[in-house]
Structures are given as structure tokens and as C-alpha cells.
């Protein structure tokens, strides 16, 4: 029967490295190894051990994912992203992946629209800089621009554009009017707003005013 003939610690001190027959057999973590009782000189069945050792990591990763997502919702891709930061092989974590889309842990179409009410809503943030807000979050573009399409119409993009542009207007309305002018407009391209929107309010702003 297949014997470990040596257990090695990884760069990474909570896992390590088993070497079955003086060959390698798999990297797991270092509790695992406690759990299982897998130390130098006993004799495996390595098939049985792989199926318990994946099983466990499946835990782990998924108990990991639910740690997260505990804090705040993420994005499949992050949730990827970080299990595999914490060394979760691609099986396991396609496991973790399915299992909280089958129970709506992650859903980043919902994401994308909680994220995009609370920017429009709350931050009156232009489209061009909630996309940003969007990419930053591991959202793709298909789901970005569908729920931008979706939730912001033209109207709302002005009305928000005019409401920040009148805030930033009272800061400054004093200076030059050439200053106020590109001050405005360096202030809604920073919001995420588009050229044609940033000209038509600040157009209205100038004219009401002056």
C-alpha cells in the first residue's frame, strides 16, 4: 500500500506538501494533515484520502466565500479572485461557485442593480464613473451596460448633473466666468458625466445666472 514519505511546508506555513512513495501527491492545509493523521511513514489509500481531502477543502472555501460575503456582496469574479488568493484549486472552487449561485449568494446582475440605484440615488454619480464603480467591483461589461441601458434614462442623468452643478456652482459663482465655466465642467466630467449632458447643464447654469 502507498506509504507518505514526507510532509513539507509550503512558502505558505498553512499548507503543505505530501509526498507519497518519494513522490508528490498533493499540497493541503497544514490542519488537514492533524485531522487526517497524514504523517511520514503511514500507509494511504490514495484515492479515498483525495476524495475526504476535497470534500474538506470544499469547506473551507466555501465557509471562506461566506466569511466574505458576510462583510459585504461581491462579484463572482472577486469571489474567485480571492479564493484563489487563499490557494483554492479550480475544482474546489467551482464547487464554492456553484453553490452560492444556487442559493443566491452571488447574483451580479442584483449586484449591479443595488449598486447602480445607491450611485444614482445617493452620490448622483453620471454614468461614466458608476461603470468605473461597476469594473472595479468584477461586474462584466455585458451586465454593465445592460444595467445602465436599464436603470438610467436621460432625464435622471440630467437632473443629477444639474443638481451637482448647481452644489459646485455656489463654491464658486464669484470667480470668472470663464473659471466658473471650466471648474464646472472639470466637476462633472469627475462625476462620470458624458460631454453632451456636462454642455447642456452648465449651458443652463451660465444662462439662469448671468
Known amino acids: 500500500m502507498p ?31 492533524y485531522t487526517l493523521n497524514l504523517k511520514k511513514g503511514n500507509t494511504i489509500e490514495k484515492e479515498s484520502i483525495q476524495t475526504i481531502i476535497a470534500d474538506e477543502m470544499y469547506l473551507k472555501a466555501k465557509n471562506k466565500a461566506l466569511n466574505i460575503l458576510s462583510r459585504s456582496s461581491q462579484s463572482q469574479k472577486n469571489i ?17 461557485i456553484d453553490f452560492l449561485k444556487k442559493y443566491k449568494f452571488i447574483d451580479d446582475d442584483n449586484l449591479a442593480k443595488n449598486i447602480v440605484k445607491d450611485k444614482v440615488n445617493i452620490n448622483k454619480f453620471g454614468k461614466n464613473k458608476i461603470k468605473q464603480t461597476l469594473y472595479s467591483k468584477g461586474i462584466d461589461s455585458l451586465t454593465i451596460n445592460s444595467t445602465l441601458n436599464c436603470e438610467i434614462d436621460d432625464e435622471k442623468e440630467f437632473e443629477n448633473a444639474l443638481y451637482l452643478g448647481n452644489k459646485k456652482y455656489e463654491k464658486i459663482k464669484n470667480e ?23 454642455k447642456k447643464v452648465v449651458n443652463t447654469i451660465m444662462n439662469t445666472e448671468f
Open 80 to 96: 474567485i479572485y480571492k479564493l484563489s488568493k487563499n490557494e483554492f484549486d479550480e475544482k474546489t472552487i467551482d464547487r464554492v
Open 3 to 33: 506509504k507518505i514519505t514526507k510532509v513539507e511546508e509550503q512558502k505558505n506555513k498553512n499548507r503543505v506538501n505530501i509526498y507519497v512513495d518519494d513522490e508528490f501527491f498533493m499540497g493541503v492545509y497544514k490542519d488537514l494533515v
Open 176 to 198: 470668472d466666468k470663464n473659471k466658473i465655466y471650466r471648474k464646472l465642467s472639470s466637476h462633472l466630467t469627475y462625476k462620470g458625466f458624458a460631454y453632451d449632458t456636462i
